[in-house]
């Protein structure tokens, strides 16, 4: 394949950096140079932003990973199956790690959604937690849930909110609550202007009607009542702010300015994969970000990442050590790639680390559940 000069076919104003991507032997595009076209250029992180999302490019993070000197681990006992059911989504958020959006197909099929039963009915776990895409949109949700609530299993909705209110799903909500679904909601930002930066314009008041409707199924409104809880992501290239006062910071916002109460706020970090590691390649800020990341390593949060465990599912039931693991095609210990059908005793084996993994263990820590510290 050819490379691509990215600004030969965009008119942007100048001061842009534009990257020439080359496709790599598996098809993704990975920066080259930068076009010479812009000699000028001023090296811009929300224009790069914006190209990237919109024209959908991904660069390979993978081959600026792989030279890693992250401590290597092992796993403890599985608890928790995360299983992604498919890249399909109402939104196309510029921090997507998954790279999700509209025209996605891939969706985790009934035959699958059958294996993932078959592992829970042999492995000792006590969640199923369930991601995407908006993994409401898989036409199995409400089976898959169904079941495994049937099986005594917490159920976790990782939910974008806007889903709730989009046609077709209006009822999503009543069946979560009658379900007791557990929901972890992306909410960016209590500010509308930043949302709709990152997640596209007017999805901060569909966010909001959502979680006052959600409040209204009694959702958020107890500790021990159905639980709501939000997700924030830094905009750009730093750590998240100390989790404890960005929570009370968001729920004094949200309960004076549109009377929504939630239960806990979960700060995670920006993982160097998909959209937001193309960003920083294609700013020149990658090596930046990850040096900020090692500079605040936490050896105390090696035993409470998400992959201690874990185990990530993808839509065709291959296993990873997490989510972002299964974005960067990087199979389960390193090794070949495995399917769920194949997975015996997890624990003591090795867990697949690259630089990446550097997220999980800065400042405070990141996991599902936010903070680890
Ligand atoms: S809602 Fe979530 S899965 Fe969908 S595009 Fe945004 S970040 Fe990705
Ligand atoms: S990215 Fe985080 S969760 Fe995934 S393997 Fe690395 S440390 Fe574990």
New binding site residues.
Partial sequence: MHPIDVAAHLRFPSKITFPILTANESGKFIPSRYSSRMPEYRRSFAAQLILIWSLNIVIDSLPYLQKSDFPAMARNSLEILQVNLG?L?????S???????PKRTELMDKDTIAEVLAFIDRHNVHTLDL????PEMNPHFRYLTAQARKRGLKVID?C?L?ILLEKGFQDMAGFLAENQVEIVA?LPCYLEENVDKQ?GKGTFNASIKALQLLNGLGYGLTDDGLQLNLVFNPQGASLPPEQQGLERAYKQHLRERYGIAFNRLFAMANLPVQRFGSVLLSTGRFDDYLQLLKDNFQASNLDRVMCKNTLSVDWQGFVYDCDFNQMLQLPLGGKQKTHLAEVAELTGKTIAVMQHCYACTAGQGSSCGGAIG
């Fill in positions: 890249y989504c109402n939104l196309s958020c921090h997507c790690h998954v790279n999700a959006g991601t995407g895409g908006a990782r974008n806007v992306s997640r």
